[in-house]
């Protein structure tokens, strides 16, 4: 059983920056790829940004790259989201997710992760 706790959401501005964090346990945290997937009300969960394992490979949406880093600290059991540029339609519930271990190849779909978090609110004011 994996355990996925997010923070750092909050209130900002248009232009602004947030960092959001999720703290594992319950399973290695290394042996596993990890993911950043938001929701706003009425759509679908989009995928934002994946990271391997290691830490070595990211892969981002559309709508975030160039403007969003995701990394990992795996002696910490830590995943981050640093957001920056933000804009009005940023504005979502934003959930971590991880990947089975032995997973290899990064994946945008919601079907192929096994452990979510419950989630943190980032609002972008225009």
């Known amino acids: 059983q994996v355990r996925l706790v997010e923070s750092g959401g909050g209130l900002v501005q248009a232009g602004g920056s947030l960092r959001l964090s999720c703290a594992a346990s319950?399973?290695?945290?290394?042996?596993?790829?990890i993911s950043w997937f938001r929701q706003a009300p009425g759509k679908e969960r989009e995928f934002v940004a994946t990271i391997s394992w290691a830490g070595s490979s990211t892969f981002y949406g559309d709508s975030v790259k160039g403007r969003f880093t995701i990394s990992r600290d795996n002696a910490q059991n830590t995943l981050y989201l640093q957001m920056d540029s933000l804009k009005s339609e940023d504005t979502a519930v934003y959930y971590c997710?991880?990947?089975?271990?032995?997973?290899?190849?990064?994946?945008?779909?919601?079907?192929?992760?096994?452990?979510w978090g419950q989630g943190t609110q980032v609002t972008v004011s225009p």
């Open positions: 997710a991880s990947r089975p271990p032995g997973t290899i190849y990064p994946s945008r779909s919601t079907n192929d992760y096994d452990y």
């Open positions: 319950g399973r290695t945290f290394s042996n596993y790829g």
